[in-house]
């Protein structure tokens, strides 16, 4: 047995975790980050299409996904990693009236929260997506400053950061147990060996409720599967992450995008969802993404796919992340992330690291009133 004793133990070492081994570290705080995978980011991180957003309805989010981009943004600069990030922005496209309404409706207090956004007609619509269906187009949203990386360049990128500054990695570990005594967690206990802590952060994204009973709370975070593909490298034909928010037979929106290698990135939301964990891929998926985005954009019609994958999203009732002090005085979550965990992770990870430590500033505050265990789940995200 290790015994060996963390000021921080961080469940998990994926979008959330490593980013708040990081920030924890910063702080000159001893950390172990315990994953049951053999390296940073190698659950449903790497199943993640790389999209990276501040484009949210929601206030909260809005600004974990502003502080996201920025260090996305600046990671090369600063560190010199190539996480082959791209700003090639987000537009959000409307065909009907109802899509129209609903952005003129968020577009101003998406503004209010901070967001570079605008409503754009089909004649810049058309301009932004060269090629794009002009059929019944009216128009959408804009957002040049959200982006694209790589996750599993980012994620790698990030955990080797985190050990420069002294952070300390459990691979291939599985927690089992946590002792708790007088209503705190004293000990973490694996497969392989036990660690006594003063704070522990469940980070176990499609595991975290499995964590949670652990520590004796029960957290609303189901797994949903999600599938995805992408296609051979040819020259770039637009910029932007274009999300289709309307429904048809089978699926609740899509959205893609091209790579800076040149490769279109896609995935779609099913509906109704699919629960559980199963990381197969499907015979159904192809056919049902293919109309939607050749229909959008024609040009795509001849592109040959290279691979389809399969991940989980941690979903909750609303699509919002839970940011929580509960049960064990010294437990805390960051999961639930609704797929969104590898562009929110970095803002995330900060906020959690300033909650442990007593620090937290005034977006701070708004973030974790906003997205606490005890709120209410009645809503739901408009652009989740």
């Known amino acids: 047995m290790n015994r060996k004793y963390y000021d921080s133990i961080i469940i998990g070492a994926g979008s959330v975790g490593a980013p708040l081994a ?3 570290a910063e702080k000159g705080i001893s950390v172990l980050c315990i994953d049951r995978a053999s390296s940073a980011g190698q659950g449903n991180n790497k199943c993640a299409i790389g999209g990276i957003r501040a484009t949210h309805s929601e206030p909260a989010k809005v600004a974990l996904g502003l502080r996201s981009l920025e260090i996305f943004r600046t990671w090369q600069e600063r560190y010199g990693d190539d996480i082959s990030w791209y700003q090639g922005g987000y537009t959000y496209v409307a065909y009907d009236e109802g899509t129209m309404n609903l952005f003129r409706g968020n577009v101003p207090l998406q503004q209010k929260a901070g967001l570079n956004i605008k409503l754009i007609d089909a004649p810049e619509m058309e301009n932004l997506v060269p090629g794009i269906n002009p059929e019944g187009l009216l128009g959408g949203t804009w957002s040049p400053f959200d982006g694209s990386s790589s ?60 964590v949670g009973e652990m520590a004796g709370i029960e957290l609303p975070v189901f797994p949903e599967s999600h ?6 490298p040819v020259e770039r034909l637009f910029d932007p992450m274009v999300v289709d928010i309307r429904k ?76 929580d002090r509960c049960g064990p005085d010294n437990h805390y979550v960051a999961v639930g992330m609704c797929g969104q965990g590898f562009m929110l992770g970095p803002g995330i990870g900060e906020v959690m690291a300033r909650f442990l430590t007593d620090e937290v500033n005034e977006t701070d505050r708004l973030v974790l009133s906003e997205l606490r265990l005890d709120r209410q789940f009645t809503s739901e995200e408009a652009l989740k």
Not at 198 to 208: D, I, L, M
Not at 227 to 232: D, I
Not at 285 to 305: D, Q
């Open 22 to 24: 990081i920030s924890l």
């Open 151 to 210: 996750p599993m360049q980012s994620c790698y990128a990030f955990g080797r950061r985190a050990e420069e500054l002294g952070a300390e990695f459990a691979f291939n570990e599985t927690v089992t147990g946590l002792k708790i005594y007088k209503n705190r967690i004293v000990t973490v206990t694996t497969d392989r060996d036990s660690y006594s802590c003063g704070s522990v952060v469940n980070c176990a994204g499609s595991f975290a409720a499995g």
């Open 227 to 232: 599938e995805a593909g992408v296609t051979e």
């Open 248 to 323: 048809a037979p089978g699926s609740a929106n899509y959205y893609f995008y091209q790579h800076d290698t040149g490769q279109v990135v896609f995935c779609i939301t099913p509906d109704p969802p699919i629960p559980g964990t199963d990381t197969s891929e499907t015979s159904e998926f192809l056919p049902l993404v293919a109309p939607r985005m050749t229909g959008l954009y024609p040009r795509l019609a001849n592109l040959k796919v290279r691979r389809l994958w399969r991940g989980i999203y941690p979903m909750t009732p609303d699509g919002a992340p839970i940011l």
